[in-house]
């Protein structure tokens, strides 16, 4: 921030609801800084699923800004999850994305440690050296169905154990402790991370920029509702469809329904199974399943997609045939790390069961377009022209949800 | 022609990437062996947690007594812990 900018709480303090953010929010260094400490530090992070570490001693680090943790699976089959830094002289313990190790032993002076944590061999060191003072600093984690969530705080906020209650029963039919990962894709974001957040939670865009993905998806389903009376026979299609979907998958005792937390809780998150155009069974290009096994025990294949978005950092889509999930990580001020996770039942085989690249050619093509997208608002936002701009009340609420969760957690991490 | 090697009389371990050959005496490791001949491998815990002298196994038989630096999938890949095998027949090592 120049001199002449207001410091953060007068910023959070004279954001106007109902409008894009100030500049700084997506460009300024220290408020970079104040979103990894207050947000990325103190909620509910989603960073993979655990098929990425299914057996014992597998390990998955993952970055968040300046937060480096690493997620392993113990003996016990249980997740753990520990600040990925030797308690040595402070080396980075696991290099690689993803691995298999007996024991977590850092690479410079082999100091070694259990999968719970625990120093278990610090060669060279005192007689009197205390092991159990220099265990790995443990981070909170938790898995939702499947869903990997840390949380870096020293107390992590209780109302995850809501969220998984109650999106519990929606995504376990999906099975994804049953699933593999069939392709991962990071994308770097030329624009900061509420960018892409931001550009996610609405589908006022969609229609212009998206041709494979409305192919399957109804922006209605994203908080598009315009009014008009096309705009409004489309929105009757759409609520038709909703009802017949919710009304087969009540009868398969399979939950539907929206619920919708983004802004009132600290861990805000949003579900809902939509209805797919045509075929009605997946976000591809045809609408129909790109994988010939079902996920878990499902044998309809017509479930159309369940979304499941939480603060501050994930979107997800739960099909009958496969899985796609979105996590952002903020890298600089303005770029961010887009990962994205494409799942299929286990026993599936690829080229037989299905073809990868029809598997992500919805996707695939999307998320360039949304980054193109990004990296415009990006541009823009850095100039000297820029003046926040107002949402459409009908088409961008979910945005302002958003914005309006980071204002009021930002204002509380000043607080506390 | 000298008797076959037993646990009694020790074995011959070769490293093939050094093209050493070293006795190994009765009761002694891989690691300690080599030791023994002045020769330089990675090792830290000594006690089968670090993996540092994890190795490939080209052929023969150990004994290894690991604590948990090693994975099932790892030994069924023909790797060892040096530090904590000992010779149950000749060996060749890829060191």
Same mark, same amino acid.
């Not at chain 1, 002076?109 to 120093?119: E, R, S, V």
């Not at chain 1, 209605?220 to 409004?232: L, T």
């Given at each position: 921030?120049?001199?002449?900018t207001?410091?953060?709480?007068?910023?959070l303090?004279r954001r106007?609801r109902?409008?894009?953010?100030?500049?700084?929010?997506?460009t300024?260094?220290?408020? !970079?800084?104040?979103?990894?400490d207050?947000i990325?530090?103190?909620? %509910?992070?989603?960073?993979?699923?655990?098929?990425?570490?299914?057996?014992p001693g597998?390990?998955?680090?993952?970055?968040?800004?300046?937060?480096?943790v690493?997620?392993?699976r113990?003996?016990?089959?249980?997740?753990?999850a520990?600040?990925?830094?030797?308690?040595?002289?402070?080396?980075?313990?696991?290099?690689?994305? !993803?691995?298999?190790?007996?024991?977590?032993?850092?690479?410079? !002076?082999? %100091?070694?440690?259990?999968?719970?944590?625990?120093?278990?061999?610090?060669?060279?060191?005192?007689r009197?050296?205390?092991?159990?003072?220099?265990?790995?600093?443990?981070v909170?984690?938790?898995?939702?169905?499947?869903?990997?969530?840390?949380?870096?705080?020293?107390?992590?906020?209780?109302?995850?154990?809501?969220?998984?209650?109650?999106?519990?029963?929606?995504?376990?039919?999906?099975?994804?402790?049953?699933?593999?990962?069939?392709?991962?894709?990071?994308?770097?974001?030329?624009?900061n %991370?509420?960018l892409?957040?931001?550009?996610?939670?609405?589908?006022? !865009?969609?229609?212009?920029?998206?041709?494979?993905?409305?192919?399957?998806?109804?922006a209605?389903?994203?908080?598009?509702?315009?009014?008009?009376?096309?705009?409004?026979a489309?929105?009757?299609?759409?609520?038709?469809?909703?009802?017949?979907?919710?009304a087969?998958?009540?009868?398969?005792?399979?939950?539907?329904?929206?619920?919708?937390?983004?802004a009132?809780?600290?861990?805000?998150?949003?579900?809902?199974?939509?209805?797919?155009?045509d075929?009605?069974?997946?976000?591809t290009l045809?609408?129909?399943?790109?994988?010939?096994?079902?996920?878990?025990?499902?044998?309809e294949?017509?479930?159309?997609?369940?979304?499941?978005?939480?603060?501050?950092?994930?979107?997800h889509?739960?099909?009958?045939?496969?899985?796609?999930?979105?996590?952002?990580?903020?890298?600089?001020?303005?770029?961010?790390?887009?990962?994205?996770?494409?799942?299929?039942?286990?026993?599936?085989?690829?080229?037989?069961?299905?073809?990868l690249?029809?598997?992500?050619?919805?996707?695939?093509?999307?998320?360039?377009?949304?980054?193109?997208?990004?990296?415009?608002?990006?541009?823009?936002?850095?100039?000297?022209?820029?003046?926040p701009?107002?949402?459409?009340?009908?088409?961008?609420?979910?945005?302002e949800?958003?914005?309006?969760?980071y204002?009021?957690?930002m204002?509380?991490?000043?607080?506390? | 022609?000298?008797?076959?090697?037993?646990?009694e009389?020790?074995?011959?371990i070769?490293?093939s990437?050094?093209?050493?050959d070293?006795?190994?005496?009765?009761?002694?490791?891989?690691?300690?062996?080599?030791?023994?001949?002045?020769?330089?491998?990675?090792?830290?815990?000594?006690?089968?947690?670090?993996a540092?002298?994890?190795?490939?196994?080209v052929?023969?038989?150990?004994?290894?007594?690991?604590?948990?630096?090693i994975?099932?999938?790892e030994?069924?890949?023909?790797k060892?812990?040096?530090c904590?095998?000992?010779?149950?027949?000749?060996?060749?090592?890829?060191?």
């Open positions: 921030m120049t001199d002449s207001p410091k953060l709480p007068g910023l303090a106007t109902g409008m894009t953010l100030e500049a700084p929010f997506y300024d260094p220290a408020i !970079h800084h104040a979103d990894l207050l990325f530090a103190r909620h %509910w992070i989603f960073v993979g699923v655990e098929p990425e570490i299914a057996e597998d390990v998955m680090s993952v970055d968040i800004g300046n937060h480096a690493l997620v392993a113990d003996d016990d089959m249980e997740l753990r520990f600040h990925n830094v030797c308690r040595h002289r402070g080396a980075r313990l696991i290099e690689a994305r !993803h691995d298999s190790v007996g024991n977590i032993v850092c690479p410079y !002076h082999q %100091w070694t440690y259990g999968l719970d944590g625990a120093l278990r061999h610090a060669g060279c060191m005192p009197d050296f205390q092991a159990e003072r220099h265990g790995l600093r443990h909170h984690v938790r898995s939702l169905e499947g869903l990997i969530f840390v949380c870096l705080a020293e107390e992590a906020p209780d109302d995850f154990e809501d969220m998984a209650r109650i999106v519990g029963p929606y995504i376990a039919p999906h099975g994804i402790t049953r699933c593999k990962v069939a392709h991962t894709e990071d994308i770097v974001e030329p624009g %991370w509420k892409t957040m931001e550009n996610n939670r609405e589908c006022y !865009h969609c229609s212009a920029a998206h041709p494979e993905l409305t192919r399957s998806i109804f209605e389903g994203f908080g598009f509702a315009p009014v008009g009376a096309a705009a409004e489309q929105a009757a299609r759409f609520q038709a469809m909703i009802g017949d979907l919710h087969r998958c009540q009868l398969r005792g399979i939950p539907s329904g929206e619920i919708e937390h983004l009132d809780r600290i861990t805000g998150f949003r579900t809902e199974r939509l209805p797919l155009e075929a009605g069974e997946s976000e045809d609408t129909r399943v790109a994988c010939k096994k079902l996920l878990g025990d499902l044998s294949t017509r479930l159309g997609a369940l979304s499941f978005w939480t603060q501050p950092n994930s979107w889509h739960f099909m009958s045939d496969h899985i796609v999930t979105f996590a952002v990580f903020p890298l600089t001020p303005e770029t961010a790390l887009l990962r994205t996770t494409w799942l299929v039942h286990q026993d599936a085989v690829e080229g037989v069961d299905y073809d690249s029809n598997l992500t050619a919805v996707w695939h093509a999307t998320n360039a377009q949304d980054s193109a997208l990004v990296g415009k608002a990006a541009d823009g936002v850095r100039t000297s022209g820029y003046r701009g107002p949402y459409s009340a009908d088409t961008e609420g979910l945005v949800k958003f914005c309006a969760w204002i009021d957690r204002q509380a991490g000043l607080a506390g | 022609m000298s008797e076959s090697p037993t646990p009389t020790g074995f011959t070769s490293f990437v050094t093209g050493r070293v006795q190994c005496a009765p009761g002694n490791t891989v690691l300690e062996a080599a030791e023994l001949a002045g020769l330089k491998l990675p090792f830290s815990c000594r006690e089968g947690m670090c540092t002298c994890k190795s490939k196994l052929s023969g038989q150990v004994d290894m007594q690991h604590k948990g630096g994975r099932p999938k030994i069924a890949a023909g060892i812990l040096l904590c095998s000992r010779p149950l027949s000749d060996l060749v090592v890829e060191r």
